[in-house]
């Protein structure tokens, strides 16, 4: 086994052990941060792919933002695991069976026989002047530029959907018109019943 | 080094997003009386990417964009049908989406991203575009359902769709994944160059097909990948329904024939793919049919029928010769039409606080309309594939394929469904026909949609008296094309 098959099997087998923590863990912050663990793992074995570019990304934009704007909303919520994780331990032998199945044939397939490093080789290396940041950025923007734009516009519709699917005015907030406020007229401030008069009962 | 990219090929594309762009600023400055600028807006799109599509279109494929899109004649006819098709879906759910309060610019906005998800699938011949064109419909189509938001129903449909979607979508993307690593290629063309000269592991090969169909059934709601279509068909706005089971079928279609048969078209691999077929075509066959006989919910049952035809869909597919792909085309071009029409007459019958989507809803319909009923009546012969309706030519086309591809037995199946499908069909005309009418509210559609049902309508007995030209037409597109 050389160095770099040690490395890439160390880091697989945190990455695997931590997102199947992400699923199992009881505390909704615990899985949060084991996801922060797999996202880290991840990023090391991109680095052995020689994809700097791409692991420092994964690290400074999803477990630098997106993770801690994560964690910061699963700790504002309430949420009630004890209901989310009903059914949990019933449906667990079934579920845990195919599990275990699908794993035993995907090994069976995926052992060294078939698909180990011989039969799917990394990257040639790359010569030291060479810049990961610098050739994705030509490639996004030449041979890509379609998929790239196709990506930019799946941004567009989350965004048109985000809006659609939350902004809206809600009948029960205390929304003021500042506009309507100061073009209100005295007659309009205050209106006068006229209500006609009850006797008061006698005792 | 000059890099210039010939754009003229993509020119409907680009147009469509150039408008959407201007459909959604203009938008904002329309107030809820002048909405009706932003659906003429929208259908303007739709018919302006239609002539430049009918424009460019050739019948030697042109690839661009670093071979990553290309425009075959299957491209073209593919794409001036999912046109037509959301434009009638325009029409026909103009006053529903209006008494339900979703005659809003983000309708429009998201129906014409999701068209544009279409043909970016439709002339994908990159895995990387193929993937992005789904998820661009995918996403637009989960927010459709999500719409209507204070009905818990459609939120729920919305919620189970988005998260199977998901999984299917991982699915797909790591069988991808599997071929990227077996061959060292994205490109369609390069893909299945070098699975042809032998440039990679069969058993990967074969592990990634399964991940791949496994994502392709899900997304076609293919059993055993189903579970979503009910809820989904059942949950959604009928509006919105009648989108997801219309002119996305087509885009399925496509991503099907450009990921099986042209990447993984190989010969020791479609004997593969061709087995797994099989079982989800008879699954979906049997399930669909048997299933949707117990549903009183029109939706319902119509989603159980969808599976049904899907099933009819992969038998034209695993024929795996060039006249079960063109029959696989011609079905589902079929049940496109037959679709927009059976839900166009649910959008028909509901009005402002009533959905028309019980069977007894539906009852003596004839006394209250004749017309309509007597529409009502093809589609539904067509669905079960009774003679002259087009859907007879359709599934005979298919059977005529799969006997042809050696599956005699196949066909007996296939034929024994239908059977099975035709009863719940029937059912429906005999309670148009033959009981009195629960609901006596008038039947008063615009002048548009009445035109243009009874346009589909006859269209489906139309194309079954003369099948000749549409069947030929996707021979034709096929056989250039592949």
Known sequence: MTFSEFVFYFFAAILVLSALGVITSRNPVHAALLLVLAFCTSAAIWMLLQAEFLAITLVLVYVGAVMVLFLFVVMMLDINMARLREGFWSYLPLGGLVAALLVAEMVIVLGGRYAGFHDMPGPPPLPAGYSNTKELGRLVYTEYVYPFEIAAVILLVAIVSAIALTLRRRKESKYIDPARQVAARASERVRIVKMPVEKKEQE | MPYITPLLPAYPEVFLLVMV?????????????????????????????????????????????????????????????????????????????????????????????????????????????LYLGLELLSLSLYSMVALQRDSPVATEAAMKYFVLGALASGMLLYGMSMLYGATGTLGIAQLADTIFYGGARDVVLVFALVFIVAG??????????????????????????LFIGSAPKLAAFAFIMRLLVQGLGAEQLVGEWQQMLIVMAVLSLAIGNVTAIAQTNLKRMLAYSTIGHMGYLLLGILSGNLTGYGAGMFYVVVYVLMNLGTFGMILLLSRSGFEAENLEDFKGLNQRSPWYAFLMLLLMFSMAGVPPTVGFYAKLTVLQAVINAGYVWLAVVAVLFSLVGAFYYLRLVRLMYFDAPADTAPIAPRGDFRILISLNGLAVLLFGILPEPLLALCLYSIQVSL
């Not at chain 2, 999912?82 to 339900?100: C, K, P, Q």
């Not at chain 2, 997304?219 to 989904?232: E, N, S």
């Open chain 2, 21 to 129: 762009c201007v459909i959604l600023v203009v938008d904002l400055f329309l107030s809820d009386d002048h909405r009706i600028v932003t659906y003429a807006l929208t259908q303007l799109a739709l018919a302006g990417a239609l002539v430049l599509t009918y424009v460019t279109a050739s019948a030697e494929p042109v690839t661009t964009f670093s071979g990553m899109f290309v425009d075959d004649l299957m491209s073209d006819v593919l794409k001036l049908l999912t046109y037509i098709g959301v434009a009638t879906m325009l029409v026909y759910s103009r006053a529903y989406i209006a008494a339900r309060g979703l005659y809003r610019g983000e309708f429009f906005v998201l129906v014409l991203f999701a068209t544009l998800g279409m043909m970016v699938m439709i002339s994908a011949s990159h895995l990387l575009t």
């Open chain 2, 216 to 241: 392709l059934g899900f997304k076609i709601g293919a059993v055993p990948f189903h579970m979503w279509v009910p809820d989904v068909y059942h949950g959604a706005p009928t509006a919105v329904t």
